[in-house]
């Protein structure tokens, strides 16, 4: 019997979410990144613009605790300055947590910008919404702290610490301020990001904490924060009374030179294009790259990284006649064999394993395909010595008529597809139509691009409330770590691809050494030897989709020979 050859291929997408262990860390979140800044940009305006003012406000409240936390206090330098930069950090925490539109982490929606999820002008547009949102929460929160006089708690030591900072503030040079802001909204963003490895409320709290700690205990500049601590400082210099001067020992003409002029062009304005820069291009546009570079060198440099996913599972090389003899020569005591429950294996209808969709899957750009990628084999013992050897109930051999079937002879040649750009609904309702569970979704070049089952679309529906106008697209759920198939593969290697788990049927090593816990027949073992395997395999060559291998095509065609 031929060896069969699967591929198991990362496809030319529109989007991706992989789960497989085997992908870093880096595009995982990078397409969580994608997402996000999606739904920055199209959320509602109002929504936006009203979370922005509430992000102002946090950043805002987090100075004043900065203020509070370094007034007075005696230590080493960095060391009160490390605990102001932990104060700092609930800014950011409320934003994240409690829901905040802040314009340093929105810029990371560069990414899906780059990814031409959203447009350029509904980039900026989001972008200059929520600065101006952050702005009125910061003023908002000026206006309360004046009225609650915070400036003279400790005898005015407080309003000092502020005015101290504000002046510092404003005296950077352009150069200096610019890169202090890239500095600071790297570490910003580096903080976001990485709340997208977790779900725990409290993990995201703590992801955030010692960036934020960093940057500000550094001295690097936060233009949002700024928005209210250099205000803060000219508010308190024009209007603060003469007893409060008195009280801290210090004439208001020292601080004469925190103006409103000096505040926009020797900080906020160079301050904010860093925080662009910093956000957008050193975190977002950076990671980004590094997703589709890997994806591209993927192809040349590491084929069987790509070729030994959880679905190309390399079946160990076991002759059948030395496996039943270990098994019978080193049967180990009696211990009962537990058997993973249904709910808990993968959907054996689809070719691709049921991924969860903890979040929406994001567009990637990945420039991989079909025609590159590396074919694995999935090994079928001895290839044509493995078959008559497995007698059963006086059975020896398969008939001819089988094993000498080719894939390409019994595929369906015009299978039903769907198109990547079609609405979720849209595609429920056609494969509803062609009765069909799941299909191929290939592109107007009849590239295969992925898989999408009814399972796929039903669960983002229900998501979503089963909501007919969502924006999500078959391209935005289609799986994309596909099991591919050739024309010229043997049905009968398929057909033990599909149906039999070698591991579960002959549990010994390459050196015979038994790895049951307890003796079983082979019938015994061949009844718990059920593979979790898909049901439907595209037929590919050389990228191109030629047609479509089902189970049920194969047990038909069997079941007709053997009538």
């Known amino acids: 019997m031929t060896a069969l050859t699967t591929k198991t291929s990362t496809v030319p997408i529109q989007s991706a979410y992989t789960q497989d262990a085997a992908n870093s860390a880096v595009i995982n979140m990078c397409q969580q990144a994608e997402q996000y800044g999606q739904s920055k940009v199209i959320k509602s305006h109002l929504e936006s613009f009203g ?12 100075f004043v605790f900065y203020i509070t936390v370094t007034t007075g206090t005696i230590g080493p330098w960095g060391q009160v300055r490390f605990i102001g930069g932990l104060a700092f950090s609930l800014g950011l925490i409320l934003v994240v947590i409690c829901g905040g539109e802040l314009f340093t982490s929105t810029v990371l929606s560069s990414v899906a910008w780059a990814q031409k999820r959203v447009t350029t002008r509904d980039l900026l547009m989001c972008w200059t919404r929520v600065y ?131 505040f926009l062009f020797n900080n906020l304005i160079p301050v904010t294009l860093g925080n662009i820069v910093g956000g957008a291009l050193f975190v977002g546009l950076a990671y980004l790259m590094i997703e589709r570079l890997k994806h591209s060198n993927a192809n040349h440099t590491a084929p069987m990284a790509l070729a030994t996913l959880a679905l190309a599972e ?86 001819k008529s089988i094993i000498n079937l080719t894939v390409s002879e019994l595929m369906q040649a015009t299978p039903f597809t769907l198109s990547p750009e079609l609405s979720i609904h849209e595609g429920l309702m056609q494969l509803t139509a062609a009765q069909e569970r799941g299909a191929p979704v290939v592109d107007k070049q009849n590239r295969l691009l992925g898989f999408v089952s009814q399972q796929d679309l039903l669960r983002c529906l229900w998501s979503e409330e089963y909501n007919k106008h969502i924006n999500s697209h078959v391209a935005d759920l289609m799986q994309t770590q596909v099991m591919t198939v050739s024309g010229n593969d043997k049905i009968a290697d398929l057909v033990e691809l599909m149906v039999v788990d070698r591991e579960k049927l002959f549990p010994v090593t390459a050196s015979g050494m038994y790895t049951g816990s307890r003796f079983m027949s082979y019938e015994e073992r061949l009844r718990h030897a059920s593979a979790n395997k898909p049901s439907s395999f595209p037929v590919v060559n050389e990228g191109i989709l030629l047609g479509v291998i089902t189970r049920e095509q194969i047990a038909t065609k069997i079941c007709s020979v053997m009538g």
């Open 51 to 62: 979370l922005a003012i509430f992000a102002g406000a946090f950043i805002a409240l987090a």
């Open 132 to 262: 101006v949102g952050n702005f009125i929460g910061a003023m908002l929160m000026l206006l309360l702290i004046l009225g609650a006089k915070m400036h003279l708690l400790n005898d005015g030591q407080w309003g000092l610490n502020a005015l101290n900072i504000a002046q510092h503030k404003i005296h950077h040079d352009w150069s200096q301020a610019f890169i202090l802001g890239i500095l600071c909204n790297v570490l910003v963003c580096l903080g976001v990001w990485m709340t997208f490895s977790s779900k725990d409320v409290l993990t995201k709290a703590f992801l955030l904490m010692l960036p934020v700690a960093m940057f500000v205990s550094s001295g690097f500049e936060h233009s949002i924060a700024n928005l209210f601590m250099v205000p803060l400082g000219i508010m308190l210099q024009q209007f603060a009374s003469v007893d409060f001067f008195n009280a801290i020992g210090v004439p208001a003409s020292q601080f004469a030179d925190i103006t409103i002029m000096h």
């Open 314 to 399: 390399c079946i160990p090389a076991i002759d059948a006649h030395m496996s039943n003899q270990a098994i019978s020569n080193q049967a180990m005591p009696n211990q009962a064999m537990s058997n993973k429950s249904a709910s808990n294996q993968p959907n054996s209808d689809k070719p691709i394993p049921n991924v969860p969709i903890s979040s929406r899957p994001m567009v990637s750009q990945s420039t991989t395909d079909f025609s590159k990628s590396h074919s694995v084999l999935t090994q079928i013992h001895h290839e044509s010595n493995l078959t008559p050897s497995l007698k059963t109930n006086g059975r020896t051999a398969m008939p």
